[in-house]
Nanobody
């Protein structure tokens, strides 16, 4: 079992930056591939990106490439999402997720989820 807790969300103006954190407890995060999803009101949960257990492989959905960066600090048992050049369409609840095998853009694939943190980008 692993518990995931996101933090760092908030209100930011378009063009601004935020860094989200996902702290894991109960099991070392190095055992898991990790990822970020987001869900805007009235929309399905969307895969933002993922990172392998070692951190050597990352993937980003097209809409965030070049603006968002996923990283992990296995020593701190924490996953990060650095979000730059934010746009109003990035407004959503952001969730971190963990899987014992690999990351996937399919939300049904993941073993564990955090409770989410709200990100609101004003125009």
């Amino acid at each position: 079992q692993v518990q995931l807790v996101e933090s760092g969300g908030g209100l930011v103006q378009a063009g601004g930056s935020l860094r989200l954190s996902c702290a894991a407890s109960g099991r070392t995060v190095s055992s898991f591939a990790m990822g970020w999803f987001r869900q805007a009101p009235g929309k399905e949960r969307e895969f933002v990106g993922g990172i392998s257990r070692s951190g050597g492989t990352t993937y980003y959905t097209d809409s965030v490439k070049g603006r968002f960066t996923i990283s992990r600090d296995n020593a701190k048992n924490t996953l990060y999402l650095q979000m730059n050049s934010l746009k109003p369409e990035d407004t959503a609840v952001y969730y971190c997720a963990a899987d014992l095998l690999r990351f996937s853009d399919n939300s049904d694939h993941w073993d564990y989820w955090g409770q989410g943190t709200q990100v609101t980008v004003s125009s």
